[in-house]
């Protein structure tokens, strides 16, 4: 059983950087069939696809994040991370990240997901 857990959310003014965590645990052999992303949802609004790591590290990003996100995994730590750079208010959200062994892009139909991380951002 493949179990996600975040951390790094936080309040930040615009313009300001976070990154966040994500550790990957009980993936085992998986781990290096298992397509990765970043999601997140704000109040009022359906879950969005931000980034996504597939298996052979093809990184894909919402048009909304391009430039100011990036998204990256230590293999040796399974840890995922997303550093967010240039923050704006509607970055605001709960972030989660996911991971499944198809190939959905920003689809949330993910298996496992975590079990989110706030990033509020300050005009």
Do not use: H
């Amino acid at each position: 059983q493949v179990q996600l857990m975040e951390s790094g959310g936080g309040s930040v003014q615009a313009g300001g950087s976070l990154t966040l965590s994500c550790s990957i645990i009980g993936v085992g052999g998986r781990r290096r069939s298992l397509l990765l992303g970043w999601f997140r949802q704000a109040p009022g609004k359906e879950r969005e696809g931000v980034a996504v790591l597939d298996t052979s590290s093809v990184t894909n990003y919402a048009d909304s994040v391009k430039g100011r996100f990036t998204i990256s995994k230590d293999s040796a730590k399974n840890v995922l991370y997303l550093q967010m750079n240039s923050l704006k208010p509607e970055d605001t959200a709960t972030y989660y990240c996911a991971a499944d062994s198809r190939v959905l892009a920003f689809s949330t139909e993910y298996r496992y997901w975590g079990q989110g991380t706030q990033v509020t951002v300050s005009p």
